[in-house]
């Protein structure tokens, strides 16, 4: 059974920072790929940014340049760093990481940007 656990949400004003970390408990070089997604209230869950094993990274086009993503393989925890957080970032983040084709989920973390 793997588990998933964020942590790092919080409130923060608009143009303020926030990092995510998303803490596995086990080794991160099994899974192929993690990734962290988001949801709105009243909205669909969405693809923030992803990192593969080899560390290769990918990003909505909302969030580049704002956003990046990274692993520590020793700590097993992958983080992500959100800049210039805007009103429209309010959601509750979700790390996933993804292994042998079995998808996991981590429980989610609010994230509040206040205008």
């Known amino acids: 059974q793997v588990q998933l656990v964020e942590s790092g949400g919080g409130l923060v004003q608009a143009g303020g920072s926030l990092r995510l970390s998303c803490a596995a408990s086990?080794?991160?070089?099994?899974?192929?790929?993690m990734g962290w997604h988001r949801q709105a209230p009243g909205k669909q869950r969405e693809f923030v940014a992803g990192i593969t094993s080899g560390g290769r990274t990918n990003y909505a086009d909302s969030m580049k340049g704002r956003f990046t993503v990274s692993r520590d393989n020793a700590q097993n925890t992958m983080y992500l760093q959100m800049n210039s957080l805007k009103p429209e970032d309010t959601a509750v983040y979700y790390c996933?990481?993804?292994?042998?084709?079995?998808?996991?989920w981590g429980q989610g973390t609010q994230v509040t940007v206040s205008s």
């Open positions: 086990r080794s991160i070089f099994s899974f192929n790929s």
């Open positions: 996933a990481a993804t292994s042998s084709l079995v998808n996991y």
